[in-house]
């Protein structure tokens, strides 16, 4: 499931920054190196975008793509399990 707020925040600050830096749609994307289409696609929110181009896009921009734990997360848990925990490992006996 797509969080679609996230991505019209995204589409709206694509658009104002470029629109700050007085470029259009084709500057951006020769600066980025993706098409125009592409460009466009960010600026009107679609929910499939390849995060490689978009930083791209991002950086062109000034703009940074920031990560963190939200609070309906699990927690790092991610159902996951790879055996049983053994503690600390043992020294070899000499």
Not at 48 to 51: A, H, P, Q, V
């Given at each position: 499931m797509h969080d679609h707020a996230f991505y019209r925040s995204l589409s709206t600050a694509l658009r104002e920054r470029r629109a700050?830096?007085?470029?259009?749609?084709?500057?951006?994307?020769?600066l980025a190196g993706c098409s125009t289409r592409f460009v466009h696609a960010a600026e009107a929110g679609k929910t499939?975008?390849?995060?490689d181009k978009l930083i791209s896009i991002l950086d062109v921009l000034g703009l940074d793509l920031a990560v963190r734990v939200s609070s309906g997360g699990t927690g790092g848990s991610t159902g996951r399990h790879d055996g049983p925990s053994q503690g600390p490992a043992e020294e070899p006996r000499s």
């Open positions: 700050a830096l007085d470029l259009n749609q084709v500057d951006v994307a020769e499939t975008l390849r995060l």
